[in-house]
C-alpha cells in the first residue's frame, strides 16, 4: 500500500536526523510518529516492529527498516543519490563514511558531562578541521565540480551539509580555513528541496537542548 | 603488480577481519601488509595514501579504500554477494549493520580493563542471546532456506558466520539454544570458500592477545 514514509524516533534529531535530510533532499515527504517515554518505546519493542528492538525505524515501502545505515542506503539508491555505479557509490561511501564518523563525534557533545564538554569540543573541532574538512575541501578543489562525486548530485553532498551545519553550530567560524566548502554550504543549501528544508517550519530539527537530555535518557536507559 | 586486493592493517582481526572474510568467502585471493610500528603508520598518513589518516586500508581495483562498511560494500557489489535488488539489499544491511553492532562489543572487549572483562563478556552474552541471535534464528525458520537472504549465498550469510565463531570463542555454549544457528554454522562452515578460510595456514588472524593490544597501543597512541 504505497503512502508516505512513516518515521519512529524521538523528537530530536539524533539518528533520525540524516535521514529527515536525505527524504527532504529528494523530495519525499514524510510522516512521523514521536516517542515521548519509555512506554513509547516498549509498546514498538513489543509489537515486534523494531528487528532489534533499536530506532530509528522506518516505515517505507512496505518494510519496517531499522538501522541507519540500511536506511540511507535504501533511500539514496531508490532516489538516484548513490552514484551511477559500483566506482561511484564506492568513493559516496567513503565520503559518508567520514561524516558519520564526524556526526557521532557531533551528536554526542550534548551528552558530555560538564567537565568533559570543553575538551570534547577540542576534539571535535581538531578532528573536522585537521582529518575531515581538508578531505571535501581538496576533492572540491581538484576537480572543480559543484558536488562531490561524478558531477552530480548524491547523499554524499547532502550528508556533508547537514553535518558543515552541525559543526558550525558548535563553533561558527569553523569554516574559516575553507573557501570551498563555505561556497559548497551556500551552493547546496539552495537546492531548492533543501533550501524548503532548511526554513522554519519544515521537519528539521533542533539542536538537542541540555534541558532535553534527561528525558532522552529516561526513553532509552 | 599482481592484480590481488592489498590489506594494510595490523597482523590481527581488528576491523579488518570481516574483509579477509568476505574476500575469502568470494574465493578472491589476497596480499596483506602489516603494520608494525609506528613510523610505518606515520609513512602512510604522510605519503597521502589514507584518506582519513586511519586504516583499514585496500589497494582495489586502482582505488585505495578506507573506512570498512565502504569496503565490505564494494567487495559485495563486486562479486555478487549484495542481493538481487534494492529490497534484497536492504535486508542484507539491515542484517549486517545489526550483527556489526555485535561484532563492536567483541572489538572492543580486549581493550576494556581486566576487572570490566567479566561484565563485559555477560554483556555479549545478552545482546547475542537477547537481542541478535533470535532475529536470525526466526528468519532461518521462517524460510526454512540455506541462506538469509533470496535463498542465496550473500554478505549477511558471512559476517553472521564470523560472529557467531567470535561469540562462541567467548562463551562456548552460546548457540546451545538455537538450532537453526547450529545448522547454519555447519553448512556454512563446509562452504568450500569458508572451508579453506577455517583451516590452519589460511589468512584468518587469531583472536587478539595481549601482544596484539600493546600494538595497537603503540601504532595508534593519540
Not at chain 1, 551552493?187 to 526554513?199: A, D, G, M, V
Not at chain 2, 538450532?179 to 578460510?197: D, E, G, R, V, Y
Request: with cysteine.
Amino acid at each position: 500500500m504505497p503512502g508516505k514514509p512513516k518515521l519512529h524516533y524521538f523528537n530530536g534529531r539524533g539518528r533520525m536526523e540524516s535521514i529527515r535530510w536525505l527524504l527532504a533532499a529528494a523530495g519525499v515527504e514524510f510522516e512521523e510518529s514521536f516517542l515521548e517515554t519509555k512506554d513509547d518505546l516498549t509498546k514498538l519493542q513489543k509489537d515486534g516492529s523494531l528487528m532489534f528492538q533499536q530506532v530509528p525505524m522506518v516505515e517505507i515501502d512496505g518494510m519496517k527498516m531499522v538501522q541507519t545505515r540500511a536506511i540511507l542506503g535504501y533511500i539514496a539508491a531508490k532516489y538516484n543519490l548513490y552514484g551511477k555505479d559500483l566506482k561511484e557509490r564506492a568513493l559516496i561511501d567513503m565520503y559518508v563514511e567520514a561524516i558519520i564518523d564526524l556526526n557521532e563525534l557531533l551528536m554526542t557533545h550534548a551528552f558530555q558531562p560538564a567537565d568533559k564538554k570543553e575538551q570534547h569540543l577540542a576534539t571535535i573541532v581538531d578532528k573536522a578541521t585537521n582529518r575531515y574538512f581538508p578531505v571535501y575541501e581538496k576533492v572540491l578543489k581538484d576537480h572543480g565540480q559543484d558536488f562531490l562525486v561524478g558531477n552530480r548530485f548524491s547523499r554524499a553532498d547532502v550528508q556533508l551539509l547537514e553535518t558543515l551545519l552541525m559543526a558550525e553550530e558548535c563553533k561558527p567560524d569553523i569554516l574559516a580555513k575553507f573557501p570551498l566548502l563555505q561556497s559548497f554550504k551556500a551552493r547546496i543549501s539552495n537546492i531548492p528541496t533543501i533550501k524548503k528544508f532548511l526554513q522554519p517550519g519544515s521537519q528539521r530539527k533542533a539542536p538537542l537542548q541540555e534541558k532535553d537530555v534527561p528525558k532522552l535518557m529516561k526513553i532509552f536507559h | 603488480m599482481s592484480g590481488k586486493p592489498r590489506l594494510t592493517y595490523l597482523n590481527g582481526r581488528g576491523r579488518m577481519e570481516p574483509v579477509r572474510w568476505l574476500l575469502a568467502a568470494a574465493g578472491v585471493e589476497f596480499e596483506e601488509v602489516f603494520l608494525e610500528t609506528r613510523e610505518q603508520f606515520e609513512k602512510l598518513i604522510k605519503d597521502g595514501s589514507l584518506m582519513f589518516h586511519q586504516v583499514p586500508l585496500v589497494e582495489i581495483d586502482g582505488m585505495k579504500m578506507v573506512q570498512t562498511r565502504a569496503i565490505l560494500s564494494y567487495i559485495a557489489g563486486k562479486y555478487n554477494l549484495y542481493g538481487r535488488d534494492l529490497k534484497e539489499r536492504a535486508l542484507i544491511d539491515m542484517y549486517v549493520e545489526g550483527i556489526t553492532d555485535l561484532m563492536q562489543m567483541i572489538l572492543m572487549f580486549p581493550f576494556s580493563p581486566p576487572e570490566a572483562k567479566e561484565k563485559n563478556i555477560d554483556s555479549i552474552k545478552e545482546r547475542a542471546t537477547n537481542r541478535y541471535f533470535p532475529v536470525f534464528e526466526k528468519v532461518l525458520k521462517q524460510h526454512g532456506q540455506d541462506f538469509l537472504v533470496g535463498n542465496k549465498f550473500s554478505w549477511a550469510d558471512v559476517q553472521l558466520i564470523e560472529a557467531i565463531l567470535a561469540v562462541e570463542e567467548k562463551i562456548p555454549a552460546v548457540l546451545s539454544g538455537f538450532p537453526q544457528l547450529q545448522a547454519f554454522k555447519i553448512k556454512m562452515s563446509n562452504m568450500p570458500t569458508i572451508k579453506k578460510f577455517l583451516q590452519p595456514g589460511s589468512p584468518r588472524k587469531p583472536p587478539p592477545d595481549e601482544r596484539y593490544v600493546e600494538t595497537v597501543f603503540n601504532i595508534f597512541k593519540k
